[in-house]
Every structure is written in structure tokens, then in C-alpha cells.
């Protein structure tokens, strides 16, 4: 069965220093979205991008962060300095149709950022 | 505010027994998509189970089901025959426009 996979699965990095997550969607998806968990907290929103543009964002997604689709596989979520507060783990989902109301989205496995 | 409520922040159960997790959710939309997905310690998100919203029949695979009100804005998931490897984090979630939102999460021991 296709699957959302996400590289790595750890990332350790220092304060300020640039992270790149890295997610490969399933093949016939055409929705993106990236989503964060703080440990002990919710899962939250942060953007969605469709046709090589940002949908929607979160307050949470400012301009510390960015999303870039560089080739036909893969889906980046990149934070350019990172914080302390950004130590959480990153989810990255896929959806075939119209993010909507109307469709699922499958999660990948999660990327385990944490910033020291 | 459109939101998700899991009232049950723990829950415990004996194995082989069934349980219910309840969840209430606030939408002004009508059709939409609910879901349960279960986060192991892996921290991993799996999805348990789907609702739409225009169905009226209950969703169920297999071990799982869920009692859908509608009316109610509720969406409880009932596990059958708990299994050890239950033992999760679940979260109830809807879709609004571009987005899942989730609940808070209801973690389930199953005891052996």
C-alpha cells in the first residue's frame, strides 16, 4: 500500500542554525500539507500547498518558515533559524483531491526535530 | 471557533473487553470527513477510521466502530475486543477547508 514516508526520522540542530525536513507524498496525491506536535500537545496545522503554491497557513507558519515542492517527488518544510519552541514533531500528509471538506489525508511517519 | 473535544484525557481497560472514547466536535459546515487516528509510542499517526459526514451509516473496520450523531456533533469510537496493541494516543479530528483539526487526545492503556 503507498505510503507518506519522511526523512529523517531525527533531527538534532543547534539554535539558529537552518533545518530542511523532507517528505516524499504518495505518488498520485496532488495536496501537501505539513502539520506540528509539540510533545504532550495536539497535532496543529501549519500550510497546505497545491499546484506549486501555499493554500493556507497558520499564524504558526511565519516567516521563519517556508515550503517548496523542488521536484516531482518531493515536499520540503524548511525552518531558516530555528528556536527552542520549534523542537516538536513534524508530520507531512498527502491527499489525493481537494483538501476540502471531501478527502482524506495520510500522514507520514514523522520527523522528530529537536533544537538545542 | 470550530474545535474538537475528547473529554477523556486517560482511559484503562482489560484486555478483551470493549471500550468507547467519545469525542464532540463544533462545525458550521456540512460536509465534512471525521477521523480517528491512533499515535502509538512511535508517535506515529495512523488512521483508525473514517466518517462522512452525509453518510448516516456508522463507519466500522473491523475491530473498530463508530456511534455518529450528526445532530449531536459526536463521533465516539468503540474498540471491540481490546488488544494490547491498542495501548495508543488517540485523537478525533475533522476536516475544515484546508486543514484536519484535532482534539487533545484520549490516552488508552490496555491491561493484560
Known amino acids: 500500500e503507498p505510503e507518506v514516508t519522511q526523512t529523517p526520522s531525527h533531527q538534532v540542530t543547534q539554535m539558529g542554525q537552518e533545518v530542511i525536513l523532507r517528505c516524499v507524498p504518495i505518488?498520485?496525491?496532488?495536496?501537501f500539507y505539513w502539520y506540528r506536535q509539540i510533545l504532550g500537545q495536539k497535532v496543529e496545522f501549519l500550510v497546505s500547498?497545491?499546484?506549486?503554491?501555499?493554500?493556507?497557513k497558520s499564524e504558526i507558519f511565519d516567516d521563519q518558515f517556508s515550503v517548496e515542492r523542488p521536484d516531482g517527488s518531493n515536499f520540503t518544510l524548511k525552518i531558516r533559524s530555528t528556536k527552542l519552541e520549534d523542537s516538536a514533531m513534524y508530520f507531512c500528509a498527502s491527499s489525493e483531491q481537494a483538501g476540502g471538506n471531501t478527502d482524506t489525508q495520510y500522514f507520514g511517519p514523522g520527523t522528530r526535530l529537536t533544537v538545542l | 471557533a470550530q474545535t474538537v473535544t475528547q473529554s477523556q484525557p486517560e482511559m484503562s481497560v482489560q484486555e478483551a473487553e470493549t471500550v468507547t472514547l467519545s469525542c464532540t466536535y463544533d462545525?458550521?459546515?456540512?460536509?465534512?470527513?471525521l477521523f480517528w487516528y491512533k499515535q502509538p509510542p512511535s508517535r506515529q499517526m495512523i488512521l483508525v477510521i473514517r466518517q462522512e459526514a452525509y453518510k448516516q451509516q456508522n463507519a466500522t473496520e473491523n475491530r473498530f466502530s463508530v456511534n455518529f450523531q450528526k445532530a449531536a456533533k459526536s463521533f465516539s469510537l468503540k474498540i471491540s475486543d481490546s488488544q494490547l496493541g491498542d495501548t495508543a494516543m488517540y485523537f478525533c479530528?475533522?476536516?475544515?477547508?484546508?486543514?484536519?483539526?484535532f482534539g487533545k487526545g484520549t490516552r488508552l492503556h490496555i491491561l493484560p
Open positions: 462545525t458550521s459546515e456540512n460536509n465534512y470527513y
Open positions: 479530528a475533522f476536516t475544515r477547508d484546508d486543514k484536519i483539526i
Open positions: 500547498f497545491y499546484n506549486n503554491e501555499i493554500s493556507e
Open positions: 505518488s498520485n496525491h496532488l495536496y
